[in-house]
Nanobody, 112 residues
Framework: VQLQASGGGLVQAGGSLRLSCVVSGIRLSAHTMDWFRQAPGKEREFVATLTHLGRTTYADSVKGRFTITSATVKNTVYLQINGLKPEDTAVYYC???????WGQGTLVTVSS
């Protein structure tokens, strides 16, 4: 399994970003995908899940601001982030549930 995350950057508080994660080695249509993030000096934390049946789950800290979706024909999972806050600053990672594999992630930096 290979994961290529992109879309991060430097944005002002209140701004938006769309993160992408191209997945290879497995079919997205048959797997649950997760987004995690790791802020500087902190442990990695769960952000969102999208099951292969389309069910979503979000961390309380991002509910109402983050949306996880996928495009199975592109084998890509997305994370739309709105209303960015400085505390959202982190490296964001996608991974298939149950797989011990992490890509390089994509860095999101939010300035106040």
């Amino acid at each position: 399994v290979q994961l290529q995350a992109s879309g991060g950057g430097l944005v002002q508080a209140g701004g938006s970003l769309r993160l992408s994660c191209v997945v290879s080695g497995i079919r997205l249509s048959a797997h649950t995908m997760d987004w995690f993030r790791q802020a500087p000096g902190k442990e990695r934390e769960f952000v969102a899940t999208l099951t292969h049946l389309g069910r979503t789950t979000y961390a309380d800290s991002v509910k109402g601001r983050f949306t996880i979706t996928s495009a199975t024909v592109k084998n890509t999972v997305y994370l739309q982030i709105n209303g960015l806050k400085p505390e959202d600053t982190a490296v964001y990672y996608c991974k298939p549930s149950g797989y011990a594999v992490w890509g390089q992630g994509t860095l999101v930096t939010v300035s106040s």
